[in-house]
């Protein structure tokens, strides 16, 4: 929701970002960071192996992957 909300703003830093992204074939270290959080499978919930871990990414780094998804598909 950030995002749409500061859209206008961001618009032209992030286009630099990602269009340097894409052309240098890097992904910022920003981007990088994600969290871990255990999502419950089934069984016993005090059992630890009744666990999988999920890991968060950022809303910008989903961006970046969507941008060079819609890439890859145009192209093939």
């Known amino acids: 929701k950030f995002i749409k909300l500061a859209a206008s703003p961001l618009s032209g830093p992030f286009t630099e970002l990602y269009n340097e992204s894409i052309m240098t074939g890097t992904v910022p270290d920003i981007f990088k960071f994600f969290r871990v959080t255990p999502m419950f499978k089934s069984g016993d919930p005090c059992e630890p192996g009744n666990y999988r871990?999920?890991?968060?990414?950022?809303?910008?780094?989903?961006?970046?992957?969507?941008?060079?998804?819609?890439?890859?598909i145009f192209y093939l």
């Open 53 to 72: 871990p999920i890991a968060i990414l950022s809303s910008f780094s989903k961006i970046l992957e969507k941008l060079v998804y819609d890439q890859l």
